[in-house]
């Protein structure tokens, strides 16, 4: 927005709490308060409060029709499954070796979930070395560079509280020797939040109170940006995307990559099989003929515990956040306004006002999920992953899916390498892989083939 406008905007929505403040500001504090709104879409959040009112309006389990299992890939058990991987494997390499793919990490998030300062990515998590999440990722993307002798341009999506801490932490580390122009950061917009009966809130002297725009922000964000026009412009066709949360996400993984092609697919999503009926997350599914992924808590009770004939769960295939997106389908749902819906988060919020008095605060805060673009595209794939080799995130401080389950599931997935390579590993060893050592299981047998190795104890292998 030009900022001569936005005084006006205000007046026109009834913001006369902001003009009353605004007024009283000298014009230098006018000059900088403006400043800070000039990038916020405050006519879309106005819209978007009047969308979501009143705020008993039908849920989306309510709206849902004719709901039935997608088709998923499953893991493979049969000769002629095998086969239909391996070569999902080599058309996925060809992509890699023929300079087609991106990697795009999410992380806009801040630790503070984990008792950690700072962006999530940062936060230490391998078991021996204490890696942070960034690290592992940059490491695989370094391996697979090497391994299919290309550059995979790594790309970071930020936010604005953890942007500047972001770039400074690669900066520090050399970026991992990744080479600095093969990484892109980039923000996610934010959108203020906004009272029930349609107020916006004064964070500070200078801003309004804003949350980031959702994880879908993140296809938006790549578009305005102009990093999405450079990847086109450079021969790029696909983008790997996962978040930052999870330190086990098999990065660019070619099998996946190659179901995608072989599907001619615009999204593809790597599921794994719910744990329970009470497992909170998200399913992936057709409705109204088109793939979809709907989250637990809009799927009514009867859909998340609906069984097959034989007793297993009916809507089995749980989102893992791990997708591949076609670039132009990216700039499709881009060209013509953001195509991605919007969601409503009431919550109540603590807050502290101008003068460092904290109070709490109902508000609507407004989100997109990335997964929305799944019943966008004119093809989707899903493929079964299992749990224990792919999927561990850290979003908990303790309980499930904390730190110590991921450093767990790592362990024990290196631990199965080794066992597999046909060496004996003393159950209380604590063992870490670089991923500049093997990325997979066949590359660390094939490296300790002939080793002479004796494992007694906790070993870290690179």
């Given at each position: 927005m030009r900022k001569e406008d936005i005084p006006g905007l205000f007046t026109r929505y009834g913001q006369h709490h902001i003009m009353q403040y605004f007024k009283g500001l000298a014009p230098h504090e006018k000059n900088l308060f403006l400043k800070n709104l000039e990038k916020l879409d405050l006519e879309l959040v106005f819209g978007l409060h009047k969308k979501f009112s009143p705020a008993d309006r039908t849920s989306f389990s309510e709206e849902i029709m004719a709901i039935k299992p997608a088709p998923v890939i499953t893991i493979p058990e049969t000769d002629k499954e095998k086969e239909g991987e391996r070569k999902a494997r080599q058309v996925g390499e060809a992509l890699l070796r023929d300079g087609k793919v991106a990697v795009l990490i999410v992380a806009g998030g801040q630790g503070s979930r984990l008792g950690f300062e700072g962006p999530k990515g940062i936060f230490k998590i391998s078991p021996i070395e204490q890696k942070p999440l960034f690290q592992l990722f940059a490491e695989q993307i370094k391996a697979l560079s090497k391994r299919y002798?290309?550059?995979?341009?790594?790309?970071?999506?930020?936010?604005?509280?953890?942007?500047?801490?972001?770039?400074?932490?690669?900066?520090?580390?050399?970026?991992?020797?990744?080479?600095?122009?093969?990484?892109?950061?980039f923000r996610q917009d934010m959108l203020p939040a906004i009272t029930p009966d349609g107020n916006l809130v004064l964070q500070n002297n200078f801003?309004?109170?804003?949350?980031?725009?959702?994880?879908?922000?993140?296809?938006?964000?790549?578009?305005?940006?102009?990093?999405?026009?450079?990847?086109?412009?450079?021969?790029?066709?696909?983008?790997?995307?996962c978040q930052v949360d999870n330190p086990l996400a098999k990065i660019a993984d070619p099998v996946f990559l190659g179901y995608h092609a072989i599907a001619n697919a615009e999204v593809s999503t790597k599921v794994v099989r719910r744990r329970s009926i009470e497992e909170k997350v998200?399913?992936?599914?057709?409705?109204?003929?088109?793939?979809?992924?709907?989250?637990?808590?809009?799927?009514?009770?009867?859909?998340?515990?609906?069984?097959?004939?034989?007793?297993?769960?009916l809507y089995w295939a749980g989102n893992t956040a791990i997708h591949i997106f076609s670039l132009p389908f990216i700039q499709r749902i881009n060209d013509h306004g953001f195509a991605l819906p919007y969601h409503c988060a009431r919550k109540n919020t603590d807050l502290t006002d101008r003068n460092g008095k904290p109070s709490s605060l109902d508000v609507w805060k407004f989100e997109t999920f990335v997964f929305d673009a799944i019943p966008l595209a004119q093809r989707a794939c899903g493929m079964e992953i299992l749990r224990e080799e792919e999927f561990a995130p850290v979003k908990n401080r303790d309980g499930s899916d904390s730190p110590e389950t991921a450093r767990s599931a790592m362990v024990e997935l290196h631990r199965s390498w080794l066992r597999k390579a046909g060496f004996d590993v003393p159950p209380e060893a604590t063992i870490e892989i670089s991923p500049l050592f093997a990325l997979d299981e066949e590359e660390c047998i094939q490296k300790l083939r002939n080793s002479n190795t004796v494992i007694h104890g906790d070993t870290y292998i690179e």
């Open positions: 002798r290309t550059q995979i341009p790594l790309l970071i999506m930020t936010s604005e509280e953890n942007h500047d801490e972001t770039v400074q932490f690669f900066e520090s580390k050399d970026y991992f020797n990744l080479g600095r122009e093969t990484l892109h950061f801003r309004l109170f804003t949350n980031p725009n959702g994880h879908g922000g993140s296809l938006k964000a790549l578009y305005d940006s102009g990093v999405l026009e450079t990847l086109l412009k450079e021969g790029f066709t696909e983008l790997y995307y998200g399913v992936y599914l057709s409705c109204k003929g088109k793939d979809a992924i709907v989250e637990y808590s809009d799927l009514s009770p009867e859909y998340m515990s609906a069984l097959d004939g034989v007793g297993n769960i």
